[in-house]
């Protein structure tokens, strides 16, 4: 194997890795993903090593070596890491590592190259690469990762639920490298799965995140949680998402699948975008309907409220995921928005409404559009393709108005030390209130945007009770 395929100077870099390993007399061995990436012709911009001896010192030797920068150490883990160019080079100490049954933590003990090819979590990252100048490019494959990567395969090296059990975190990678590569979750895996499933309580909420959107950044992410739902991990790690899953029928009205729609909503999204916070936000938006749901006799089931319902759920839902603020500023409005370009659909619609969702989601009204294009999953394709064709004409009318109205950013022409110079009046509510009026006076078309238009608007209302 020549690993240089999807690293430019990769090859160097082995090579040289290997000279230093040999004048340290320390066995060193690229490992894992970059192996398994290697063989499947994946780029990668990441090198794993195992070293069969001190790991952190050795990566000091190599960092000197290949002049490299961005060092990152960490001493009780026996793990260090550098940066060549753009390439993250991690040098790790041979080791095992598992649980205790209530520990949040793993224990880590030294050993030899088998032993910590035997600790890791699938066969298809259990390959180690030889770099010795005698046998470079020798794969070890103890466990048959190459034969599983040819069959696409997803299987612990040893029994599965013992691997589960010593790291929880590995059920959620499961997961994750279904996701990751297309590939299947043998079943004696997936059963391990389920039966281990309440391990992950031991787990740290931040690295439990931490795999929620390595699972997201995917450009398929729903297989991993429809995995997650499968074998019931998501109603360990992410309760709210399984109270959508399943169809009610009453008389002849049923619901479609709620889950199945937001992860089709989820892949449609992740298909065009690759920001987390709006690939968040579509497997969120509708996490309000089943706190909602009625059925209404004459008319079907029913979903009123929703949006702002989810926003409910969020207040919580985001604080408890440990993920950033800003998360829950982003999901909020795009969730709390989602139903109203729907609502801008037909030839009644005023330019009002169509200023006023410009204004509303400012910034974010081209997220907006695609989370709302994307949450078209009827099985219908002719049903899809005229809502594609409504949401066209919806987007072309905003593009109307706003290019009229110059809503970006929008705010009063009239600034508030203008309308207190004006009136005579000191800072306070009423300043506020002269504000609103003007801007509702452009929302609602009676005035253009313009500054001169709203100072002459302010001298008509400026004498009115406020």
Request: glycine share 6%; with cysteine; charged share 30%.
């Given at each position: 194997?020549?690993?240089?395929?999807?690293?430019?100077?990769?090859?160097?870099?082995?090579?040289?890795?290997?000279?230093?390993?040999?004048?340290?007399?320390?066995?060193?061995?690229?490992?894992?993903?970059?192996?398994?990436?290697?063989?499947?012709?994946?780029?990668?911009?990441?090198?794993?090593?195992?070293?069969?001896?001190?790991?952190?010192?050795?990566?000091?030797?190599?960092?000197?070596?290949?002049?490299?920068?961005?060092?990152?150490?960490?001493?009780?883990?026996?793990?260090?890491?550098?940066?060549?160019?753009?390439?993250?080079?991690?040098?790790?100490?041979?080791?095992?590592?598992?649980?205790?049954?209530?520990?949040?933590?793993?224990?880590?003990?030294?050993?030899?190259?088998?032993?910590?090819?035997?600790?890791?979590?699938?066969?298809?990252?259990?390959?180690?690469?030889?770099?010795?100048?005698?046998?470079?490019?020798?794969?070890?494959?103890?466990?048959?990762?190459?034969?599983?990567?040819?069959?696409?395969?997803?299987?612990?090296?040893?029994?599965?639920?013992?691997?589960?059990?010593?790291?929880?975190?590995?059920?959620?990678?499961?997961?994750?490298f279904a996701s990751q590569l297309g590939f299947q979750i043998?079943?004696?895996?997936?059963?391990?799965?389920?039966?281990?499933?309440?391990?992950?309580?031991?787990?740290?909420?931040?690295?439990?995140?931490?795999?929620?959107?390595?699972?997201?950044?995917?450009?398929?992410?729903?297989?991993?949680?429809?995995?997650?739902?499968?074998?019931?991990?998501?109603?360990?790690?992410?309760?709210?998402?399984?109270?959508?899953?399943?169809?009610?029928?009453?008389?002849?009205?049923?619901?479609?699948?709620?889950?199945?729609?937001?992860?089709?909503?989820?892949?449609?999204?992740?298909?065009?975008?690759?920001?987390?916070?709006?690939?968040?936000?579509?497997?969120?938006?509708?996490?309000?309907?089943?706190?909602?749901?009625?059925?209404?006799?004459?008319?079907?089931?029913?979903?009123?409220?929703?949006?702002?319902?989810?926003?409910?759920?969020?207040?919580?839902?985001?604080?408890?995921?440990?993920?950033?603020?800003?998360?829950?500023?982003?999901?909020?409005?795009?969730?709390?928005?989602?139903?109203?370009?729907?609502?801008?659909?037909?030839?009644?619609?005023?330019?009002?409404?169509?200023?006023?969702?410009?204004?509303?989601?400012?910034?974010?009204?081209?997220?907006?559009?695609?989370?709302?294009?994307?949450?078209?999953?009827?099985?219908?394709?002719?049903?899809?393709?005229?809502?594609?064709?409504?949401?066209?004409?919806?987007?072309?009318?905003?593009?109307?108005?706003?290019?009229?109205?110059?809503?970006?950013?929008?705010?009063?022409?009239?600034?508030?030390?203008?309308?207190?110079?004006?009136?005579?009046?000191?800072?306070?509510?009423?300043?506020?209130r002269f504000k609103k009026q003007i801007e509702e006076a452009?929302?609602?078309?009676?005035?253009?945007?313009?500054?001169?238009?709203?100072?002459?608007?302010?001298?008509?209302?400026?004498?009115?009770?406020?």
């Amino acid at each position: 194997m020549k690993p240089a395929a999807s690293i430019p100077d990769s090859e160097c870099i082995l090579r040289r890795i290997g000279r230093l390993s040999e004048q340290k007399n320390l066995p060193v061995y690229a490992v894992g993903g970059f192996v398994r990436d290697q063989l499947m012709g994946l780029k990668t911009s990441e090198i794993d090593f195992v070293v069969v001896g001190d790991g952190p010192d050795f990566a000091q030797e190599a960092r000197n070596l290949l002049k490299g920068h961005g060092w990152i150490v960490y001493p009780k883990f026996g793990t260090a890491s550098f940066l060549v160019k753009d390439i993250r080079l991690e040098f790790v100490t041979a080791r095992s590592e598992s649980y205790r049954d209530h520990s949040r933590k793993p224990d880590i003990a030294p050993t030899d190259l088998a032993g910590d090819l035997s600790r890791r979590d699938f066969t298809i990252n259990t390959l180690a690469l030889s770099l010795s100048e005698s046998e470079f490019g020798r794969i070890h494959d103890p466990f048959g990762g190459q034969k599983d990567i040819r069959k696409r395969l997803i299987r612990t090296p040893r029994d599965p639920a013992e691997t589960f059990s010593e790291d929880p975190l590995r059920i959620m990678r499961a997961a994750r490298f279904a996701s990751q590569l297309g590939f299947q979750i043998h079943k004696d895996a997936l059963a391990a799965m389920e039966s281990e499933r309440e391990r992950l309580r031991i787990v740290s909420q931040e690295r439990i995140t931490a795999e929620l959107l390595k699972i997201l950044s995917h450009s398929r992410p729903g297989v991993g949680f429809r995995v997650l739902q499968k074998t019931g991990v998501l109603g360990v790690i992410f309760p709210e998402l399984t109270e959508m899953v399943g169809v009610e029928q009453r008389d002849t009205h049923h619901h479609k699948d709620v889950f199945d729609h937001t992860l089709k909503v989820l892949d449609n999204v992740s298909a065009v975008s690759d920001d987390m916070r709006l690939r968040f936000t579509a497997l969120v938006h509708d996490i309000g309907k089943p706190r909602v749901k009625r059925f209404v006799e004459g008319t079907g089931w029913t979903f009123h409220g929703h949006e702002l319902a989810g926003v409910k759920m969020l207040r919580h839902i985001v604080p408890r995921l440990r993920l950033p603020a800003e998360y829950f500023r982003y999901a909020r409005e795009l969730t709390r928005l989602h139903m109203r370009p729907i609502q801008l659909i037909g030839e009644e619609v005023t330019d009002s409404a169509v200023r006023r969702l410009l204004v509303d989601a400012d910034d974010k009204i081209g997220d907006l559009m695609i989370l709302c294009r994307a949450d078209i999953t009827s099985g219908n394709p002719k049903r899809v393709e005229t809502h594609l064709r409504n949401f066209d004409e919806v987007h072309r009318r905003m593009q109307e108005v706003e290019e009229k109205d110059r809503l970006r950013a929008f705010q009063s022409p009239v600034r508030g030390d203008e309308i207190m110079r004006l009136l005579g009046i000191p800072p306070g509510p009423r300043v506020g209130r002269f504000k609103k009026q003007i801007e509702e006076a452009i929302l609602e078309g009676i005035i253009p945007n313009d500054h001169d238009a709203a100072f002459e608007y302010l001298l008509r209302i400026k004498d009115q009770k406020s």
